[in-house]
């Protein structure tokens, strides 16, 4: 199984700051990720396929780099919508799996 | 619009068996994949089971390979979870996904709002 693994597990962090969450996966994906947000007691949005490509409707200041085993999440501006877990979902092979997670607080 | 509605949940005992239902519109349902992915009560997400547009071909986590079986009717755009020899480690809140193809490498561009199981006695 490849094994995503997020860092940091939590940030804090101002309105408009430039926020940057990184997912590592245990073997190459090439650029098989997705990235996704959860707010307190909704159900995961997608955000970001194919690393770096933005989904519809999504706001610009977020944005996602990287292939193979390393890949970041920007926020370029971070906003109080913005409160949320993030994840970050190989989809290169069986089984998915998710990373654990980074929780952003708003300072 | 796309919409995933989840049923069936609820609280049964440890080595019991539940059936979850998704119930999808506002897409063409056979030609795509869908999974299940849960979430235990403040944890991280975890995918559990895949099963292609036609629904010959399925995927499971290992967590429940052998218990969990996943099956749709594309006659009346459903899903169906059938989980049995449930344990306490199954107690979280499930959600079906649609997949962005039907087969391959496909990620989730739409989520139910799930339906919580709790295993306890």
């Known amino acids: 199984d490849i094994q995503m693994t997020q860092s940091p597990s939590t940030l804090s962090a101002s309105v408009g700051d430039r926020v940057t969450i990184t997912c590592r996966a245990s073997?190459?994906?090439?650029?098989?990720l997705a990235w996704y947000q959860q707010k307190p007691g909704k159900a995961p949005k997608l955000l970001i396929y194919?690393?770096?490509s933005l989904e519809s409707g999504i706001p610009s200041r977020f944005s996602g780099s990287g292939s193979g085993t390393e890949f970041t999440l920007t926020i370029s501006s971070l906003q109080p919508d913005d409160l949320a877990t993030y994840y970050c979902?190989?989809?290169?092979?069986?089984?998915?799996?998710f990373g654990q997670g980074t929780k952003v607080e708003i300072k | 619009e796309v919409q995933l509605l989840e049923s069936g949940g609820g609280l049964v005992q440890p080595g019991g068996s539940l059936r979850l239902s998704c119930a999808a519109s506002?897409?063409?349902?056979?030609?795509?994949?869908m999974s299940w992915v849960r979430q235990a009560p403040g944890k991280g997400l975890e995918w559990v089971s895949g099963?292609?547009?036609?629904?010959?071909?399925?995927n499971y986590a290992d967590s429940v390979k052998g218990r969990f079986t996943f099956s749709r009717d594309n006659s009346k755009n459903t899903l169906f979870l059938q989980m049995n020899s449930l344990r306490a480690e199954d107690t979280a809140v499930y959600y079906c996904?649609?997949?962005?193809?039907?087969?391959?490498?496909?990620?989730?561009?739409?989520w139910g709002q799930g339906t919580l199981v709790t295993v306890s006695s």
């Open positions: 996904a649609k997949g962005t193809k039907n087969l391959g490498t496909y990620y989730f561009d739409y």
């Open positions: 506002g897409f063409t349902f056979s030609s795509y994949a």
């Open positions: 099963i292609s547009g036609s629904g010959g071909s399925t």
């Open positions: 073997q190459s994906i090439s650029s098989w």
């Open positions: 194919k690393a770096s």
């Open positions: 979902q190989q989809y290169n092979s069986f089984p998915r799996t």
